[in-house]
């Protein structure tokens, strides 16, 4: 049940949000791009499903009712690297941001669910091309869609529309379904080939997530 403590904080969030235009630029480093290209050759890319217990999350149990809501994307295997569309850790706008596993797994009770997708250079590279493309033009997230499935301009999406949009231009999906209805744990429960390789399970700490390594 949503509380409404919960549902005020989604309320008071909502003047953040723009639904028609990109709020969100130039949020990744230079560091997360000089260690994603370096993984082109590590032969996989990465899924983290999450159950964050934020009111964000509970409220979009309601509409789901499943207990992982978001899902992000990483290039690498310690997880340096992992984005997503989200409503902005911090001061950052909504929309394409890099996220911190301590952030995701914060909340007591909280927990994420690691899995990863064979992925050969050329395919990386594209999805990592499309990324950084995202990330110069600008996004938002798309809260109209949650509810319609529509997307206004095309840098407007939630996370697992992203996450699926990235994985069909790079010719890894394995479902077919309108990007914009694609909700996170159908990665899993449409994995029919199993195509998703399970590496482990995080729960909610405050230090999981690493820090960027030098760039040495």
Known sequence: ??????????????????????????????????????????????????CSKSAASAVIQQFTHRQYNHVSLAFDPGLYTLLSYNGGLS???????????????????????????????????????????????????????????????PNIMFCSQFVYTMLSAAGLEWFAKRAGRVRPMDFLELDDSQRLEFVRRLDGCPDTAPEYPSAS
């Not at 050329?122 to 529509?150: F, P, T």
């Open 1 to 50: 049940m949503i509380t409404w403590a919960q549902l005020w904080e989604v309320l008071c969030d909502l003047p953040r949000h723009s639904i028609l235009h990109y709020i969100n630029r130039g949020r990744l480093h230079s560091r997360f791009f000089h260690l994603a290209y370096n993984t082109l050759d590590d032969g996989y890319l990465y899924l983290v499903f999450t």
């Open 91 to 153: 001061s950052a706008a909504p929309g394409l941001n890099p996220e911190p596993v301590s952030e995701l797994v914060r909340a007591p009770g909280s927990s994420a669910l690691i899995y990863r997708l064979r992925a050969g250079r050329w395919e990386k590279r594209r999805i990592l091309d499309l990324v950084r493309m995202i990330d110069w033009e600008g996004s938002a997230y798309n809260l109209l869609g949650l509810v319609c499935g529509c997307s206004p301009r």
